[in-house]
């Protein structure tokens, strides 16, 4: 598991830990709203777009960090 998580984009992880410890003391319905927030944002993201193609395409994506 730890290396398959670490051939993931350094980009989207680093948006995904800051975001689940930011979330964790917020009231419900702030949690929801800021995650889905940074959800929207990370799916434009060029990584995002990358690993779209990449699935798409039957291919390694080539992760670009941001």
Known sequence: LAERIGQ????TLKTGKQAFYRQADLPQAEAYA???QVMTENALAVDAQEGIC???EKR???WQDR
Do not use: C, E, I
């Open 34 to 36: 800021y995650t889905q």
């Open 8 to 11: 993931a984009s350094a980009f």
């Open 60 to 62: 390694q994506p080539h």
């Open 54 to 56: 990449a699935f798409l």
